[in-house]
Each structure stands twice: as structure tokens, then as C-alpha cells.
Nanobody, 127 residues
């Protein structure tokens, strides 16, 4: 079984930066694609970023492209989301997710492809 634990959320001002971390348990991390999603109050969960098992391929939502960076450290079983130039509209609960398919060709931007989810971490950006 895989467990994902996010950390690093908090309350910041517009223009600030945060780095989210997601630590994974289990043996599948290094062969699994990872994704970050977010859900704002009253809205559906949406894709933020995804990274391939090797770290060589990454995708971003248009709304965060150029401001957020996803990365991973397979030796530490951890995926990161560096968030710069934060805006009030980035306020949401952020979730990391793991796709248990091994060595896939490219990471998915669809939440339905991901099998395991963390509990979420709150990010609040004040104006």
C-alpha cells in the first residue's frame, strides 16, 4: 500500500513563494508518475502539474506555467511543487497523487489516472 503525505502549505501574501513536499511510502515511487492537483472552495479539483517517473517529462496547467515547478527526488521518495509569484487565485487545498502504472511513457493530467492521493495541504494567498 502507498501512503502520500503533503507538507509545506500555509498562509502567504501575493507574490510570495512556497514549496510543497509530498513524501511517499512504499516501493513503487521511483517507477511511478506523480501529479499535483488542487481544489478551491466551491470548485472542482483541477490539475496543476505532473512529472514522469524519471523526472524527464513534466506538464503544467496554463494557469501556473512559468510560476510553478514540479520536481522529484527518487532517492527520498519525495515530489515537490515550487510555487513562485503566488496569486490569490492559487488559494486551494493541494493534493499530490501517484499513478501506480510503472514506467509509463508520459504522466497524465487526468485525476482519474491516479490511484493514490494524499490528505491535502492548504495554501492560502492573501491580496
Amino acid at each position: 500500500q502507498v501512503q502520500l503525505v503533503e507538507s509545506g502549505g500555509g498562509l502567504v501574501q501575493a507574490g510570495d513563494s512556497l514549496r510543497l513536499s509530498c513524501a511517499a511510502s512504499g516501493r513503487t515511487f521511483s517507477s511511478s508518475d506523480m501529479g499535483w492537483f488542487r481544489q478551491a472552495p466551491g470548485k472542482e479539483r483541477e490539475f496543476v502539474a505532473a512529472i514522469s517517473w524519471s523526472g524527464g517529462i513534466s506538464y503544467y496547467a496554463d494557469s501556473v506555467k512559468g510560476r510553478f515547478t514540479i520536481s522529484r527526488d527518487n532517492a527520498k521518495n519525495t515530489v515537490y511543487l515550487q510555487m513562485n509569484s503566488l496569486k490569490p487565485e492559487d488559494t486551494a487545498v493541494y493534493y499530490c497523487a501517484l499513478d501506480r502504472s510503472s514506467y509509463s511513457a508520459r504522466p497524465s493530467i487526468s485525476e482519474y489516472k491516479y490511484d493514490y492521493w494524499g490528505q491535502g495541504t492548504q495554501v492560502t494567498v492573501s491580496s
